[in-house]
T-cell receptor
Framework: EAQVTQNPRYLITVTGKKLTVTCSQN?????MSWYRQDPGLGLRQIYY???????DKGDVPEGYKVSRKEKRNFPLILESPSPNQTSLYFC??????????????FGSGTRLTVV | QKEVEQDPGPLSVPEGAIVSLNCTYS??????FMWYRQYSRKGPELLMY????GNKEDGRFTAQVDKSSKYISLFIRDSQPSDSATYLC???????????FGTGTRLQVFP
């Protein structure tokens, strides 16, 4: 089954404790992206990657890091999480860069709480 | 002013009703318009897309774009309880990969 897999689904952590949210896709998509979803603000792009070793900032990159060493994986790293990073996070991938023809395939989300 | 505005709802309708979901936008350069559906505890999934102006129909769903008014709509005919979800509009410019999402409208269809 074609899918984007994120782990973990739920995470509660403390301020300052480094964490990684993993994302893997099995569709051989070149374009991958991370979003956070907050009430009243919608989906906002954190980082995206056009291909292996090619990453760039989205609209809200502060406090996040990403890497793209392999085509299928695109982990999101929070080096020193803070409470304002409490959010619902989605990883997405797409075949064509704007996601027009095939749409973005989203993971099921990671609910992160930073206390 | 946000680039894309969407009423958050919730919109509650009886089964069988015609539903109209809308987004307005400020950037007249947007060319691609999409609707995503997001069920509770799931990621969004693409429902429909249109390029530039006009209508597009897919079963019970019709997407409409009015570029002169900077307004897009999604109509759902014969709504079903299984249509209960949050609907997000999204759009992008012609020459960029950036997809701008609306905040979503929560729809509840009751039997």
């Amino acid at each position: 089954e074609a899918q984007v897999t994120q782990n973990p689904r739920y995470l509660i952590t403390v301020t300052g404790k480094k964490l990684t949210v993993t994302c893997s896709q099995n569709m051989n998509h070149e374009y991958m992206s991370w979003y956070r979803q907050d009430p009243g603000l919608g989906l906002r792009q954190i980082y995206y990657s056009m291909n292996v070793e090619v990453t760039d900032k989205g609209d809200v990159p502060e406090g996040y890091k990403v890497s793209r060493k392999e085509k299928r994986n695109f982990p999101l790293i929070l080096e020193s999480p803070s409470p304002n990073q409490t959010s619902l996070y989605f990883c997405a991938s797409t075949r064509d860069v704007r996601g027009i023809l095939s749409g973005y395939t989203f993971g099921s989300g990671t609910r992160l709480t930073v206390v | 002013q946000k680039e894309v505005e969407q009423d958050p709802g919730p919109l509650s309708v009886p089964e069988g009703a015609i539903v109209s979901l809308n987004c307005t936008y400020s950037n007249s350069a947007f060319q691609y318009f999409m609707w995503y559906r997001q069920y509770s505890r799931k990621g969004p999934e693409l429902l429909m897309y249109t390029y530039s102006s006009g209508n597009k129909e897919d079963g019970r769903f019709t997407a409409q774009v009015d570029k002169s008014s900077k307004y897009i709509s999604l109509f759902i005919r014969d709504s079903q309880p299984s249509d209960s979800a949050t609907y997000l509009c999204a759009m992008s410019l012609h020459n960029t990969d950036k997809l701008i999402f609306g905040t979503g409208t929560r729809l509840q269809v009751f039997p």
